[in-house]
């Protein structure tokens, strides 16, 4: 069983048991539907293909909030952040 969580500061999780959840939702986390956990990534996916505006910093940024469910470090390079993107 998988639950699907989200936190303002901290980004996405899955929780895999109720106590887990339990714990975190005492903790800030809220438990979402697995639409509402995986429509934020799909947006912003959109948002990177859409937009010609955005810098080469912004797109890595939002790339890595995608697969990591948050953002990274202001103190991250982006050969850094690429880094962690390619492994």
Request: aromatic share 8%; glycine share 4%.
């Given at each position: 069983?998988?639950i699907?969580?989200?936190?303002?500061?901290?980004?996405?999780?899955?929780?895999?048991?109720h106590?887990?959840?339990?714990e975190?939702?005492?903790?800030?986390?809220?438990?979402?539907?697995e639409?509402?956990?995986?429509a934020g990534?799909?947006?912003?996916?959109?948002?990177?293909?859409?937009?010609?505006?955005?810098?080469?910093?912004?797109?890595?940024?939002?790339?890595?909030?995608m697969?990591?469910?948050?953002?990274?470090?202001?103190l991250?390079?982006?050969?850094?952040i690429?880094?962690?993107?390619?492994?």
């Amino acid at each position: 069983m998988i639950i699907y969580q989200m936190h303002p500061n901290h980004g996405r999780h899955k929780a895999f048991s109720h106590n887990e959840a339990k714990e975190n939702n005492e903790n800030g986390w809220k438990t979402v539907t697995e639409e509402e956990f995986y429509a934020g990534i799909l947006k912003k996916a959109e948002i990177i293909e859409e937009s010609d505006e955005l810098s080469d910093r912004d797109k890595l940024v939002i790339s890595y909030e995608m697969k990591f469910g948050k953002k990274p470090s202001h103190l991250m390079k982006d050969e850094t952040i690429q880094k962690k993107l390619d492994e």
